[in-house]
């Protein structure tokens, strides 16, 4: 399997491919205060089960480690694997750490 980034000036995406075959990906756009906002999620069903999902994440944290950009994530598979692992909020950008106080209040 290999992981393959495109970009344009407005979003990106983090491809999952086993041969020539699209298995799976990851969407974001560039937000105004120039985070990212990660969109959307998608493996396969035939590839369900094997943690694509997670490769797939590790690879756009690694990519906003290092462009020193955050994440709003928008996308729920992205919002709950935040949720599950407390321990990345690093990686959050500033404005959804906001948004969850808010709804706190």
Known sequence: MEVKHSQTV???QFSLYENDD???YIKYE???NGNIKATGTFVDEKYRGQNLGEVLFDEL???TEQN???IYPIC???VK????KPEL???LDEEYLESLENEEE
């Open 61 to 63: 944290l690694e990519f």
């Open 30 to 32: 560039w937000a105004k």
């Open 76 to 78: 729920p598979y992205i």
């Open 68 to 70: 020193d950009v955050k």
């Open 10 to 12: 407005n979003d990106g």
């Open 22 to 24: 699209l298995i799976g």
């Open 89 to 91: 909020s690093e990686f």
């Open 81 to 84: 694997q935040f949720n599950e």
